[in-house]
């Protein structure tokens, strides 16, 4: 094992990331050490790059998440991995285990958790620590560079559907079919629901189709969006805005049929109206879905494991990673970018 490793690190919030060459970081107790072979790239990274969020991460830090490799070292007390075995990181990095949120199956609203990529250095690099008693263990046979995306894209639009307390039969809406929003589609129609999606691009709605939505809108070229998706499905018993642009969830609201429940993922920089009389007169729900628990990621990844949810990638080297948030920005990315680890040339 080398000493030494590349990263993509954020020196400064705003700035391009760099990538230099940094020590491997050495396991504590509780920690493994992974050796990265892949990484998805998050809207969440980006958001981390820029600082655009409240609460600030602070430089220099590794962004990353979606991280997928095998494990190298453990420290002297761990139990639930060993060195050889393939597991992953994720948003929820670990949590203090002794609050109401944690005792009751909340850890993902822990006020003590750390955060992968955020408050703790993620998988935009050849080497990461993961806290061995929250990292999602890979199952076997399955690859690695498609489960990246799995690991946040995949298990917070599985919990965000199981959120909106649709059973199978009901229409569920899918708003914005992008990273997150085609993997929804999929565990969507995997759990039985009928999927409507409704985007801003025939392209994304195209590929909402080809994972089995039955009804898809364009909310740039509809001229009543809203009327198009009630006609279609007499009003969707559920809906998921994965979207970052603060119409669709006012679309959503007004998609669902009486009794019906919006669960938000997406994190526009901008508010949105929500119609109080209309909410209280149908008995609506509007939710935060944040992420998803440990026992979530390990139902998101048997689903994945039995080849139920197949996400759209491309593979990308880690030297490129301001390009690829500059085609995020753009929205010119089709479902996810994957980054190789495995070999990443040395920073000059």
């Not at 809906?239 to 997406?266: D, E, M, Y």
């Not at 609506?284 to 990621?297: H, N, Q």
Request: with cysteine.
């Amino acid at each position: 094992m080398s000493e030494k490793m590349q990263a993509a690190v954020v020196k400064e919030l705003g700035s391009p990331l760099v990538v230099e060459t940094r020590d491997v970081p050495t396991p504590g107790p509780f920690d493994a050490l992974v050796r990265v072979e892949y990484t998805g790239v998050c809207h969440t990274d980006l958001h981390a790059a820029h600082g655009d969020w409240p609460v600030k991460p602070a430089p220099p830090f590794v962004p990353g998440h979606e991280g997928a490799g095998t494990v190298v070292a453990v420290g002297d007390q761990v139990t639930r991995v060993a060195v050889g075995d393939r597991v992953g990181n994720a948003w929820l990095a670990s949590a203090c285990g002794e609050c109401e949120y944690c005792e009751t199956g909340w850890e993902t609203l822990c006020p003590r958790q750390q955060n992968s990529g955020y408050s703790v250095d993620g998988s935009f690099a050849q080497y990461m620590l993961v806290d061995s008693r929250y990292c999602p263990v890979i199952p076997d046979g399955v690859d690695l560079a498609a489960v990246a995306p799995i690991l946040c894209a995949g298990v917070t639009v599985y919990k965000g559907l199981k959120m909106t307390d649709t059973r199978p039969g009901q229409w569920v809406l899918i708003s914005g079919i992008g990273g997150l929003g085609h993997i929804a589609v999929q565990y969507a129609v995997a759990m039985g629901l009928r999927v409507a999606a409704i985007d801003v691009a025939d392209e994304k709605l195209a590929l909402a189709r080809r994972h089995g939505a039955e009804v898809g809108v364009n909310a740039r070229t509809s001229s009543d969006p809203v009327g198009e998706l009630t006609a279609a499905t007499g009003g969707v018993h559920g809906a998921l805005v994965t979207a970052v642009n603060a119409h669709a969830f006012p679309q959503a609201v007004g998609a669902l049929r009486r009794g019906g429940t919006v669960s938000l993922v997406g994190l526009p920089p901008e508010a949105f109206p929500l119609d109080i009389f209309t909410t209280v007169l149908f008995g609506l729900t509007v939710r935060g879905s944040i992420v998803g628990t440990r026992k979530d990621m390990e139902e998101a990844l048997d689903f994945f494991a039995r080849g139920k949810v197949a996400p759209t990638f491309t593979m990308r080297p880690m030297t490129q990673i301001n390009d690829i948030f500059a085609e995020m920005e753009a929205g010119a990315i089709d479902g996810r970018i994957v980054m190789e680890l495995a070999t990443v040339p040395a920073a000059g």
